[in-house]
Structures are given as structure tokens and as C-alpha cells.
């Protein structure tokens, strides 16, 4: 059926960096994750819903894990689906941890509770956010390719609270544990120093801007599965993820074929042109057997041009995750592909149409096995509702060009991707 889814001083330290252990399985990710970047092809959140979008140009390149996400100009960061208040959850003990291959140096800046060393020219990897003073700082993290340090920041404040100078060449796994507002770094799976305790009585973790420190200075280099957690990592897990080295934190499968979503049975209410016989049939309609093993959009529409369907469940419910998949033919031919997915519900109160996901799709699809195939699973910010929308921006044009979806489930909270694991997997 189709359904619409680390006590050192700090001065000049040359750090022979342990190579990447290869690994022949993946970890199992530590529990508490809040946000995970894991920039295979795409910027959503594989812990939560706090999925990202790209500001200026943000490339795929090869990373440790898969892709990381690279950034090369002023303009270039990844902006989040997170609120300040969610952010502000995450106070004084927290982790982050990630793979890093700056390209670029930071600027001196002396290891101290109060200050301003921002110089405007910070490679801020995380922008920390702007606290409340006196009680409250955000925390961040700076990385270039001659220091490492954790950044505090509020009004007319933006000291490091622990600078560790090393070089760095190549793709590095940094780990911050931040605990009782006292940070403690990790490089390469190993403990290399602990800073000075934050002054301020909150610390909170941050995580709506990376990349780019906003004007006070700009990542140069590449990130690879960006993870904050809202706990201390313990020293055993840290050198357990660095050591599974380019297998990574074991990720879920991108279920499709799903026969227990909550789109089963929709009604389609309106739709941009079909040439699927029975727009009913996508939902699992009880008059269809065996369901649609696809939809099928109108062809000779120009490229960029957008199809959409719309469909009304049975009754309201949470949608908290879906699940796509598209077919897009057999290589050589290209045909039948969108470049764009976006997703709406219907407001219950106003009656508004609101953006639930709007992510691009990279072309040509993934080859798999014989064919060109896409499978999106992305968790969502929690949106009550029962009238629906999708939409796919078509690429190329001709004939055989309108694009082809196979899968859209959507799921209800009991289905979502917990703590970025499906349970049905």
C-alpha cells in the first residue's frame, strides 16, 4: 500500500592521534540521546524530532560514518527544529560527542570562567547560546585545526571554559562531557583535560545552530554524526563509539511496507493530477485487493513542478514519525524522481494548512539492486491532526517523468523511532 512516510595545561600540544580502529560492527548507541546529525544524505535528527535544515551551501562529503556534512563559507550552517526552552532542558551535566576534520585554525584564547575571546573568528563546530545574565550561559564547542575549546556564552561573555591546543589533521572523534558545569574532553576515546567550572549557575547545552557561531565565527571543515546526550557518558562508552570506527552507531533500517500505520484506510480528498486508476487504493481502501504497489503522478509537467495528494483519516491522532520510499526506474534511465518532499497537516483549529517536514531528496536516488530507490524515516514534531498533505517537486521533465512513490506510512507516538531505534526492526 502506498502510505503517504578527557589535567593538562594549556599550551602547545602535538597529540599523535590513534588511527580509527576499523570495526566490525556497530555500537549499540548510548542511552539519552536528545539530538543526533547523522548527515547520511540528509540533516534530520535520528534521536528525536529536532530535525535540520541547510543555510547557505552545506555538501554531503565522505565521512567517518557514511556522509558528514562539510562548511567552506561565511554563510554556510545547519539550522535546527529546536526551541529555546528545549535547549535550556539540558542544563550543567550533558555530553556531546562527534567526528570533526577542521580545515582551519582557531584563534588563541586563554582558559578562563569570564571573558570575551570570540576575536570574530571562533570556529564555532556549535554555536552556544545567548544565556540570561547573571545565572544563565549556553555552551558550545570550537574546533580548528590547532585547538579544541568549550565555549560559554552570554551577554558580553564568551570565554572558554577549557582549551586543549593540539594539531589536528585528520578526522578526529571529540567528546565533551559536560558534568556540574565542569567540562572534560575527550580526543580520539581518551581523556586529554578537564576545564574550569562555569561561574554561571545554569549551563545549558545548545544545539540550533551548527556550523556557524552567528557573526562571532565560522566553522571551516567537516562534521560527521554530531550526538548531544542528557547525561555523562561514561569513559567505557566514549571509547566504545570511537573504537567501532566507520561502523558507527548502529542506525535504524528505514522500514517500509508497513500494514499498521495510521494512514491505513485514509480517504484522498483532492490530488494534482493521477494516473493511478484508484486514488483510494493508496490507503489500503478496503474496495482494492491486493493494495497499490505505487502512485503514480500526472506526466508532461514541467520540472519543479509540484505534485500533491491529500487525505483525511479516520480520526485525529498524533503523528510523531513517518516512513517514504520512492522508485525512480533502472539505471541508466533517470525518470519518475522528485527532488523535494514536504508534509502538512491541516490545523484543527484554523484550519491551516502547517509544516510538519520539508527536507530535500538528493537525485538520482540511491541504486539499489537493479533500481534507483529512496526510503526517508524521519521522527517529527508532534502535530495533532487528521487532514494531510504531501507534496513532491518534480525532477526533470517529459514523458514518464511524474514521480512514482511507492510507501507513506504514518505513525502514532507507541510507533515513533525511540531514542532513534524502531521498535519493529
Given amino acids: 500500500m502506498f502510505r503517504l512516510h578527557?589535567?593538562?595545561?594549556?599550551?602547545?600540544?602535538?597529540?599523535?592521534?590513534?588511527?580509527?580502529?576499523?570495526?566490525?560492527?556497530?555500537?549499540?548507541?548510548?542511552?539519552?540521546?536528545?539530538?543526533?546529525?547523522?548527515?547520511?544524505?540528509?540533516?534530520?535528527?535520528?534521536?528525536?524530532?529536532?530535525?535540520?535544515?541547510?543555510?547557505g551551501d552545506v555538501p554531503f562529503v565522505p565521512g567517518v560514518v557514511g556522509e558528514a556534512v562539510a562548511f567552506d563559507n561565511d554563510s554556510d550552517s545547519i539550522a535546527t527544529d529546536v526551541t529555546l526552552d528545549e535547549q535550556k532542558t539540558l542544563e550543567n551535566t550533558f555530553t556531546w560527542e562527534l567526528w570533526a576534520k577542521p580545515t582551519d585554525t582557531t584563534p588563541d584564547c586563554?582558559?578562563?570562567?569570564?571573558?570575551?575571546?570570540?576575536?570574530?573568528?571562533?570556529?564555532?563546530?556549535?554555536?552556544?547560546?545567548?544565556?540570561?545574565?547573571?545565572?544563565?550561559?549556553?555552551?558550545?564547542?570550537?574546533?580548528?585545526?590547532?585547538a579544541i575549546c568549550v565555549s560559554e556564552h552570554a551577554g558580553f561573555h564568551l570565554p572558554c571554559l577549557l582549551r586543549y591546543d593540539t594539531t589536528i589533521t585528520d578526522w578526529t572523534h571529540i567528546a565533551v562531557v559536560m558534568e556540574d558545569r565542569t567540562p572534560r574532553l575527550y580526543v580520539n576515546g581518551a581523556l586529554v583535560r578537564t576545564g574550569v567550572q562555569s561561574a554561571r549557575t545554569h549551563a545549558y547545552a545548545s544545539w540550533d545552530t551548527i556550523g556557524s557561531g552567528r557573526g562571532l565565527g565560522r566553522f571551516r571543515g567537516a562534521l560527521d554524526e554530531v550526538s548531544l546526550y542528557d547525561r555523562a557518558l561514561s569513559d567505557a562508552e566514549i571509547q566504545g563509539i570511537f573504537a567501532a570506527g566507520a561502523a558507527g552507531k548502529c542506525k535504524p533500517a528505514c522500514a517500509s511496507e508497513h500494514h499498521d500505520d495510521a494512514f491505513e484506510h485514509a480517504q484522498v480528498t483532492a490530488t494534482s493530477g493521477l494516473l493511478s486508476s484508484s486514488a483510494d487504493g493508496v490507503f489500503g481502501a478496503t474496495d482494492v485487493t491486493p493494495e497499490m504497489d505505487s502512485l503514480l503522478f500526472q506526466d508532461n509537467m514541467p520540472d519543479g513542478f509540484s505534485h500533491s495528494i491529500e487525505w483525511r483519516t479516520a480520526a485525529p491522532f498524533e503523528l510523531d514519525r513517518f516512513a517514504l520510499s520512492a522508485f525512480a526506474g533502472q539505471p541508466p534511465a533517470f525518470v519518475r524522481a522528485f527532488r523535494d518532499f514536504k508534509l502538512f497537516a491541516r490545523d484543527l483549529a484554523t484550519g491551516q494548512w502547517m509544516p510538519v517536514y520539508d527536507s530535500p531528496v538528493r537525485t538520482p536516488y540511491p541504486v539499489v539492486g537493479a533500481d534507483y530507490r529512496l526510503y526517508r524515516c524521519a521522527n517529527v514534531r508532534p502535530r495533532f491532526a487528521q487532514e494531510f498533505r504531501a507534496q513532491f517537486v518534480q525532477h526533470g521533465e517529459g514523458a514518464f517523468f511524474g514521480p512514482r512513490v511507492m510507501e507513506l506510512d504514518g505513525f502514532a507516538p507507541d510507533l515513533i523511532f525511540a531514542d532513534g531505534l524502531d521498535p519493529a526492526q
Avoid: K, M
Fill in 6 to 55: 578527557p589535567l593538562l595545561p594549556p599550551t602547545l600540544v602535538l597529540l599523535a592521534f590513534a588511527q580509527i580502529a576499523p570495526a566490525q560492527t556497530c555500537v549499540t548507541p548510548p542511552p539519552g540521546r536528545v539530538y543526533w546529525l547523522a548527515a547520511d544524505g540528509d540533516l534530520d535528527d535520528r534521536a528525536r524530532f529536532h530535525n535540520g535544515w541547510a543555510n
Fill in 110 to 146: 586563554a582558559e578562563a570562567q569570564e571573558g570575551n575571546c570570540s576575536g570574530f573568528a571562533q570556529r564555532f563546530a556549535i554555536f552556544p547560546l545567548h544565556g540570561d545574565f547573571p545565572d544563565d550561559a549556553g555552551i558550545g564547542l570550537v574546533i580548528g585545526t590547532n
